[in-house]
């Protein structure tokens, strides 16, 4: 299964450049999930490098701290997708995400590529074309094997999204280590400068927030995870990752207002 599972992965890194090239011509509107994280900042900076001018990010609203870090680091602009003007010339390319809960911004739009590491349940978004590695970290990880880059830039993105959501190598496999210490050597900065790139101190209210919703959390263990719930009037998601970080495997946080946000 491994060997298949390699071969598959050569087989779509074979193909996807001369795809990939042949959307130069075209407008390219590469999107992500709503809240966009390092994950899905980074593949968007690679592949907008890739693309070339043409190609344009379009975040659906605010990326996370971390995300907006590196894309200001890295000088990279962005435009909200619902201030663009799609025409059926422009190319769509969709990273990291196929749930119509979190892509809700391309309602009645069919994408022309999803790239995306998550599993697939049901009710996904379809597009054209559909690359889509479970076995893979991080969208991050499956854009180097695609696209080889070797600019500090690129690497220097795709790295940090691999490390972000491989947990710090925490799920990582042979394959992640492999881009893993490749894109490291072409970024030219170690790897705690590299940290520093999206790392983003804990404010104030986020801390405050944190110690405030902690009477709220309740855990149980589900099979052989640990899934803890609570509730927050802000910053739901620092919380959640705190949660995962004291021992959850899973964390909800729902937020209290009119949005209703988990």
Do not use: W
């Amino acid at each position: 299964k491994a060997g298949s599972a390699a071969a598959k992965r050569s087989s779509k890194s074979a193909a996807l450049p001369r795809l990939f090239s042949e959307l130069k011509s075209r407008r390219a509107i590469i999107t992500f999930h709503s809240l966009g994280d390092v994950d899905a900042a980074g593949s968007a900076i690679a592949l907008q490098r890739f693309l070339g001018k043409k190609a344009t990010i379009a975040p659906p609203d605010r990326p996370n701290s971390g995300a907006r870090k590196l894309l200001e680091y890295t000088q990279t602009p962005t435009t909200f997708f619902s201030e663009l003007k799609i025409t059926p010339k422009d190319a769509v390319i969709v990273l990291d995400s196929a749930s119509p809960h979190l892509l809700a911004h391309l309602a009645g739009i069919e994408p022309d590529i999803i790239i995306d590491h998550h599993g697939r349940f049901g009710g996904e978004i379809r597009a054209k074309h559909e690359i889509v590695d479970p076995s893979a970290s991080s969208t991050c990880e499956m854009l180097y094997f695609m696209l080889q880059p070797s600019d500090p830039i690129s690497c220097m993105a795709l790295f940090l999204g691999l490390v972000s959501d491989s947990a710090a190598f925490k799920y990582a496999t042979p394959h992640t280590f492999e881009a893993a210490a490749a894109l490291l050597e072409r970024s030219g900065l170690s790897y705690s400068q590299l940290l520093s790139l999206s790392a983003v101190p804990e404010t104030l209210s986020e801390r405050v927030e944190a110690l405030r919703s902690c009477e709220s959390v309740s855990a149980e263990k589900i099979g052989e995870h640990i899934v803890a719930t609570a509730m927050a009037k802000s910053h739901e998601a620092h919380f959640a990752g705190m949660l995962v970080h004291l021992g959850a495997d899973i964390a909800f946080v729902g937020c209290e207002g009119e949005e209703a946000r988990i």
